[in-house]
């Protein structure tokens, strides 16, 4: 028995590697059962002197690893779904700065392409207002365009004059 167990400790015990993806989680499960099997053939063969020896009886059957896999299996599914939360919450930053960043360039197109009578019908401090507000989205627009995808970029691009 002891040279049994000596062969088969480190196999047993030692955690399965994680997988990061699903296709590796499934090699995780198939390791993870097959482990089991062994351990369980291993109670089978030793299980009543292991409680001779002082053993829970209960996990003399192998059943223990079971729930070990089930609380694996159920505690990758969290983290799973908690995964997924946080790259739907990452889209969802990336949609609503990208909003942001239309809406800023849509107000330096809007500014830009005011004409001068426009700008000559203002009274000093609505065109002063204007001018600042010209001068910041202009100060940040790189910045803007940085926040869009490829496409969209370009189009902003080209609108703007670029």
């Known amino acids: 028995m002891r040279a ?36 369980r053939g291993f109670l089978g063969r030793h299980g009543a002197t292991l409680v001779a020896m002082g053993m829970d ?7 223990q690893m079971s729930e070990l896999q089930a609380q694996y299996l159920e505690a990758d599914a969290e983290a799973q779904k908690a995964e997924e939360k946080l790259l739907q919450a990452d889209a969802d930053v990336g949609d609503a700065v990208a909003k942001v960043a239309v809406a800023g360039l849509t107000a330096l197109e809007h500014f830009e392409a005011l004409s001068q009578e426009q700008w000559d019908a203002m009274t000093s401090e609505e065109r002063l207002q204007g001018y600042d507000a010209l001068e910041t989205f202009r100060g940040v627009r790189e910045e803007f365009l940085s926040r869009l995808p490829l496409e969209e970029r370009k189009e902003w691009e080209r609108r703007l004059g670029d």
């Open 57 to 63: 009886p209960s996990q003399a059957d192998g059943s």
């Open 4 to 39: 049994e167990w000596a062969t088969i400790k480190d196999e047993v015990l030692r955690p399965p590697a994680v997988g990061e993806d699903e296709e590796d989680n499934e090699a995780v499960v198939a390791e993870w059962n097959r482990r089991t099997e062994v351990m």
